[in-house]
Protein backbone atom coordinates (compact mmCIF):
# COMPACT_ATOMS: atom_id res chain seq x y z
CA UNK A 1 0.00 0.00 0.00
CA UNK A 2 1.25 3.28 -0.87
CA UNK A 3 0.21 7.15 1.10
CA UNK A 4 -2.05 9.51 -1.75
CA UNK A 5 0.59 11.84 -1.62
CA UNK A 6 2.48 9.65 -3.17
CA UNK A 7 0.41 8.55 -6.04
CA UNK A 8 1.47 11.51 -8.55
CA UNK A 9 5.23 10.96 -7.97
CA UNK A 10 4.95 7.19 -8.25
CA UNK A 11 2.84 7.75 -11.63
CA UNK A 12 5.26 10.18 -13.20
CA UNK A 13 8.27 7.87 -12.09
CA UNK A 14 7.06 4.71 -13.73
CA UNK A 15 6.63 6.82 -16.81
CA UNK A 16 10.00 8.33 -16.94
CA UNK A 17 11.71 4.31 -15.90
CA UNK A 18 9.44 2.82 -18.54
CA UNK A 19 10.59 5.60 -21.10
CA UNK A 20 14.07 5.20 -19.58
CA UNK A 21 14.40 1.56 -19.94
CA UNK A 22 13.33 2.04 -23.94
CA UNK A 23 15.61 4.54 -24.90
CA UNK A 24 18.34 2.49 -23.33
CA UNK A 25 17.30 -0.47 -25.26
CA UNK A 26 17.03 1.09 -28.28
CA UNK A 27 20.24 3.00 -28.20
CA UNK A 28 22.82 1.76 -26.30
CA UNK A 29 24.42 -0.99 -27.94
CA UNK A 30 27.17 -1.83 -25.34
CA UNK A 31 25.71 -4.56 -23.57
CA UNK A 32 27.18 -4.01 -19.52
CA UNK A 33 26.41 -0.38 -20.61
CA UNK A 34 22.64 -1.34 -21.19
CA UNK A 35 22.44 -3.05 -18.25
CA UNK A 36 23.68 -0.63 -15.94
CA UNK A 37 21.54 2.23 -16.56
CA UNK A 38 18.39 -0.51 -17.19
CA UNK A 39 19.33 -1.86 -13.10
CA UNK A 40 19.94 1.98 -12.41
CA UNK A 41 16.78 3.28 -13.45
CA UNK A 42 15.09 0.16 -11.51
CA UNK A 43 16.78 1.04 -8.42
CA UNK A 44 15.56 4.40 -8.79
CA UNK A 45 11.88 3.23 -8.94
CA UNK A 46 12.44 1.15 -6.18
CA UNK A 47 13.37 3.74 -4.06
CA UNK A 48 10.63 5.54 -4.75
CA UNK A 49 8.10 3.11 -4.16
CA UNK A 50 9.44 1.96 -0.71
CA UNK A 51 9.72 6.38 0.58
CA UNK A 52 5.80 6.35 -0.15
CA UNK A 53 4.92 3.13 1.40
CA UNK A 54 2.35 3.15 4.21
CA UNK A 55 2.04 -0.10 5.89
CA UNK A 56 -0.97 -0.61 7.96
CA UNK A 57 -0.64 -0.57 11.96
CA UNK A 58 -2.07 -2.22 14.70
CA UNK A 59 -2.94 0.41 16.32
CA UNK A 60 -4.24 -0.35 20.26
CA UNK A 61 -6.00 2.66 21.51
CA UNK A 62 -4.89 3.81 25.16
CA UNK A 63 -5.91 7.37 26.03
CA UNK A 64 -2.76 6.81 28.86
CA UNK A 65 -0.31 6.33 26.11
CA UNK A 66 1.13 8.48 23.71
CA UNK A 67 3.09 6.01 20.63
CA UNK A 68 5.28 7.13 18.27
CA UNK A 69 3.96 9.47 16.03
CA UNK A 70 6.77 8.35 12.63
CA UNK A 71 9.04 5.28 12.12
CA UNK A 72 12.53 6.23 13.45
CA UNK A 73 15.51 6.27 15.82
CA UNK A 74 15.19 8.39 19.25
CA UNK A 75 17.89 11.09 19.09
CA UNK A 76 16.97 13.53 21.67
CA UNK A 77 15.36 13.16 25.36
CA UNK A 78 15.35 15.85 27.62
CA UNK A 79 13.57 18.78 29.39
CA UNK A 80 13.57 21.67 27.34
CA UNK A 81 11.60 25.11 27.16
CA UNK A 82 9.31 24.89 24.86
CA UNK A 83 8.00 28.89 23.75
CA UNK A 84 5.61 28.36 20.71
CA UNK A 85 2.99 26.96 22.15
CA UNK A 86 3.31 25.81 25.86
CA UNK A 87 5.60 28.44 26.81
CA UNK A 88 6.76 26.43 29.97
CA UNK A 89 8.54 23.69 30.01
CA UNK A 90 7.91 20.15 29.01
CA UNK A 91 9.93 16.73 28.04
CA UNK A 92 10.82 16.52 24.18
CA UNK A 93 11.05 13.54 22.50
CA UNK A 94 12.57 13.66 19.16
CA UNK A 95 12.50 11.23 16.30
CA UNK A 96 14.44 11.14 13.66
CA UNK A 97 13.64 9.31 10.04
CA UNK A 98 15.88 8.49 7.66
CA UNK A 99 15.20 8.03 3.91
CA UNK A 100 14.55 4.48 4.31
CA UNK A 101 11.91 5.02 6.77
CA UNK A 102 8.00 5.63 6.45
CA UNK A 103 7.40 8.96 6.33
CA UNK A 104 3.74 8.75 7.21
CA UNK A 105 2.91 10.85 10.39
CA UNK A 106 0.25 9.58 12.86
CA UNK A 107 -1.48 10.98 15.43
CA UNK A 108 0.45 10.12 18.92
CA UNK A 109 -3.26 10.51 21.26
CA UNK A 110 -7.12 10.85 20.20
CA UNK A 111 -8.58 14.07 20.92
CA UNK A 112 -9.03 17.25 19.31
CA UNK A 113 -6.91 19.72 17.90
CA UNK A 114 -5.91 22.85 19.78
CA UNK A 115 -3.54 24.20 17.31
CA UNK A 116 -2.34 23.70 13.92
CA UNK A 117 0.19 26.56 12.37
CA UNK A 118 2.80 25.87 9.35
CA UNK A 119 6.02 27.53 9.64
CA UNK A 120 8.25 28.37 6.36
CA UNK A 121 11.92 27.96 7.10
CA UNK A 122 15.52 26.78 6.13
CA UNK A 123 16.46 23.34 5.24
CA UNK A 124 19.16 22.09 7.98
CA UNK A 125 20.14 18.94 8.54
CA UNK A 126 17.06 17.12 10.44
CA UNK A 127 19.30 16.97 13.67
CA UNK A 128 20.79 20.01 13.66
CA UNK A 129 20.21 21.52 16.86
CA UNK A 130 18.31 24.75 15.45
CA UNK A 131 16.26 22.70 12.97
CA UNK A 132 13.36 22.65 15.80
CA UNK A 133 13.14 26.41 15.27
CA UNK A 134 14.48 27.33 11.92
CA UNK A 135 13.55 24.53 9.59
CA UNK A 136 9.94 24.38 7.69
CA UNK A 137 8.02 22.74 10.37
CA UNK A 138 4.09 22.48 11.38
CA UNK A 139 3.28 22.46 15.18
CA UNK A 140 0.27 20.45 16.21
CA UNK A 141 -1.23 19.89 19.50
CA UNK A 142 -3.56 17.70 20.40
CA UNK A 143 -5.83 17.57 24.08
CA UNK A 144 -7.73 14.91 25.25
CA UNK A 145 -9.00 14.41 28.99
CA UNK A 146 -6.58 11.91 30.50
CA UNK A 147 -3.05 13.26 29.20
CA UNK A 148 -4.31 16.62 28.33
CA UNK A 149 -2.29 18.54 25.68
CA UNK A 150 0.64 17.22 23.49
CA UNK A 151 2.45 18.87 20.93
CA UNK A 152 4.10 18.09 18.16
CA UNK A 153 6.26 19.17 15.44
CA UNK A 154 6.91 18.21 12.43
CA UNK A 155 10.19 19.05 10.01
CA UNK A 156 11.91 19.13 7.87
CA UNK A 157 15.32 17.62 6.85
CA UNK A 158 17.61 18.96 4.40
CA UNK A 159 16.61 17.12 1.21
CA UNK A 160 12.48 17.24 2.89
CA UNK A 161 10.79 19.96 0.88
CA UNK A 162 7.08 19.47 1.81
CA UNK A 163 5.54 18.94 4.81
CA UNK A 164 1.96 17.61 5.05
CA UNK A 165 -0.74 18.32 7.75
CA UNK A 166 -3.95 16.66 7.70
CA UNK A 167 -5.10 18.66 11.55
CA UNK A 168 -6.89 21.37 11.02
CA UNK A 169 -8.62 23.22 14.64
CA UNK A 170 -11.24 21.31 16.28
CA UNK A 171 -10.88 18.66 14.42
CA UNK A 172 -11.35 15.25 16.52
CA UNK A 173 -9.06 13.00 15.92
CA UNK A 174 -8.35 8.96 16.62
CA UNK A 175 -4.44 7.43 17.72
CA UNK A 176 -2.77 6.44 15.30
CA UNK A 177 -4.68 7.20 12.12
CA UNK A 178 -3.00 9.28 9.36
CA UNK A 179 -2.19 12.96 10.18
CA UNK A 180 0.26 13.69 7.15
CA UNK A 181 3.47 13.00 5.63
CA UNK A 182 6.99 14.86 4.86
CA UNK A 183 8.61 14.09 1.81
CA UNK A 184 12.18 13.25 1.64
CA UNK A 185 13.99 12.96 5.11
CA UNK A 186 12.77 14.71 8.49
CA UNK A 187 12.10 14.69 12.18
CA UNK A 188 9.24 14.68 14.66
CA UNK A 189 9.66 16.60 18.38
CA UNK A 190 7.15 15.32 20.66
CA UNK A 191 6.57 17.75 23.72
CA UNK A 192 5.52 16.23 26.84
CA UNK A 193 4.27 16.86 30.34
CA UNK A 194 6.77 16.81 32.97
CA UNK A 195 5.34 13.87 34.43
CA UNK A 196 5.40 11.46 31.58
CA UNK A 197 6.94 8.22 32.31
CA UNK A 198 9.08 7.78 29.00
CA UNK A 199 9.31 4.38 27.59
CA UNK A 200 11.94 4.76 24.82
CA UNK A 201 16.27 5.09 25.66
CA UNK A 202 18.08 7.05 23.10
CA UNK A 203 19.11 5.53 19.98
CA UNK A 204 15.60 3.01 19.98
CA UNK A 205 14.05 2.48 16.89
CA UNK A 206 10.38 3.15 17.12
CA UNK A 207 7.63 1.89 14.80
CA UNK A 208 4.99 4.35 14.24
CA UNK A 209 1.54 4.06 15.59
CA UNK A 210 2.55 1.08 17.52
CA UNK A 211 4.95 1.49 20.18
CA UNK A 212 4.44 3.63 23.24
CA UNK A 213 6.55 6.74 24.12
CA UNK A 214 5.17 7.90 27.27
CA UNK A 215 2.49 6.98 29.60
CA UNK A 216 0.89 9.17 31.73
Known sequence: ??????????????????????????????????????????????IILQFFRNPKRNTQLNDNAVI????????????????????????????????????????PISGKIKFSKYHPGKYLVAWHPKASEE?????????????GEVLYRQIAGALAKRIVNYAKPEMEVV??????????????DLFLPLNAKI???LNDKVKGGEQIIAML
Open 1 to 46: MFHKEGYKIIVIATFIVGIGIILVDSFISINWLNKVLSISLLLFYI
Open 68 to 107: APVDGKVVVIEEVFEKEYFKDKRLQVSIFMSPINVHVTRY
Open 135 to 147: NERTTIVVENKTI
Open 175 to 188: QGTDAGFIKFGSRV
Open 199 to 201: NVK
